[in-house]
């Protein structure tokens, strides 16, 4: 766990009376694996998230922009997002020694564990979980705009760099460091493999999509399991909003789908279900969820090699990497058997 080189008096001496820490000192718990740290703390106006962000984003005015938009949110009635506090001056977070931070109410309850890398949720876990996030996107898409949807053309930018000697070069550089995260570079190849495998189809999928013009507004962008939080079957918070930007809900149904369902075909239809009772998609916007899984996918592995060893970025939670990775490469493996992704 990282040590903490800054004054938590000063960033808590921010805020109102009612949010200053009683009893123990704010405990640091694991953050996510963005670089984020969270701290749990008890004050006279309950319990509380002290979230210092990690150093490369969000700007402030991004995370101005963000706030804004979680306003709008609980103005509409949802009580599962943590509308963070606003300090005395006004803002909803502080900045100091160029690090961003923010305090919210802590919100009951614990994302779920599954108990193997391939296996999917208890089925109503999936249905609540996408209902909800229908709930959260039917609330902020007041303002949609019809455009294009940016991510699938950054994915397939990536894709093509990694085509075009990208996997290489990263092959190259894990064998000259493998040292430096053993464990990970004994995984790599079966990934890099993966890629060349399916880029291909991936790539011709996703440029089949490319020209489609649907709603655009506010997406979360890394919802998974892990931020959505649980008291039994019912939904309580959904958390972490730091990669929010504009795109079409696709790209969340892909991804909070994929964390929770795994390859079991039937459950992922149950939970896309789930979330059209609430909000209807169009045909486009279906095959984008195709497009954005596949290409999540198959880039996710790609993105952790580099991260480690070419950017060479440190992650507190080794354990939780290595669990991730595996959770990935075992999807890769049942998309190249499969010879396609998931129909939806």
């Known amino acids: 766990m990282v040590g903490n080189p800054y004054d938590l008096n000063s960033v808590l001496a921010a805020y109102p009376a009612d949010c200053q820490p009683i009893g123990p000192a704010p405990r640091q718990l694991v953050g996510g694996f963005s670089g984020s740290q969270i701290r749990r703390l008890e004050a006279v106006c309950g319990p509380l998230c002290l979230r210092l962000y990690a150093a490369e984003h969000p700007t402030a005015d991004r995370l101005r922009w963000i706030h804004w938009v979680l306003l709008r949110a609980v103005d509409q009635g949802l009580t599962f997002v943590p509308l963070p506090i606003r300090t005395r001056s006004g803002e909803r977070f502080i900045e100091q020694a160029g690090r961003l931070w923010e305090l919210s109410p802590w919100l009951a309850g614990e994302p779920i564990q599954l108990r193997f890398a391939h296996s999917a949720a208890n089925p109503q876990h999936i249905k609540s979980a996408m209902a909800t996030l229908a709930r959260f996107h039917q609330a902020v898409a007041g303002h949609s705009r019809s455009g294009h949807c940016l ?49 291909p189809q991936v790539v011709d999928s996703a440029k089949k999509v490319i020209g489609f013009r649907v709603p655009i507004h506010p997406c979360i962008r890394d919802i998974h399991r892990d931020h959505v939080l649980f008291q ?113």
Request: proline residues 2%; hydrophobic residues 40%.
């Open 232 to 344: 039994e079957d019912k939904v309580t918070g959904l958390i972490d909003f730091g990669a929010m930007d504009n795109d079409n809900v696709s790209c969340d149904i892909a991804r909070l789908l994929r964390s929770m369902v795994g390859d079991v075909s039937s459950f992922w239809q149950d939970g896309l279900t789930a979330f059209e009772r609430i909000y209807p998609l169009s045909d486009e916007e279906r095959l984008l969820v195709r497009a954005y899984d596949e290409s999540g996918v198959l880039l996710s592995g790609i993105n952790w090699l580099k991260w480690v060893f070419i950017e060479n970025r440190q992650f507190d939670d080794r354990p939780g990497v290595l669990k991730r990775f595996d959770e990935i490469t075992c999807r890769l493996a049942n998309l190249v058997s499969r010879g396609s992704g998931i129909a939806v």
């Open 151 to 199: 991510g699938i053309l950054e994915r397939l930018r990536q894709l093509g760099e990694w085509q075009s000697g990208g996997a290489g070069r990263l092959k190259l550089q894990i064998d000259a460091d493998r040292a430096r995260w053993p464990e990970l570079a004994e995984r790599s190849p079966k990934v890099l493999s993966q890629f060349n495998d399916l880029a």
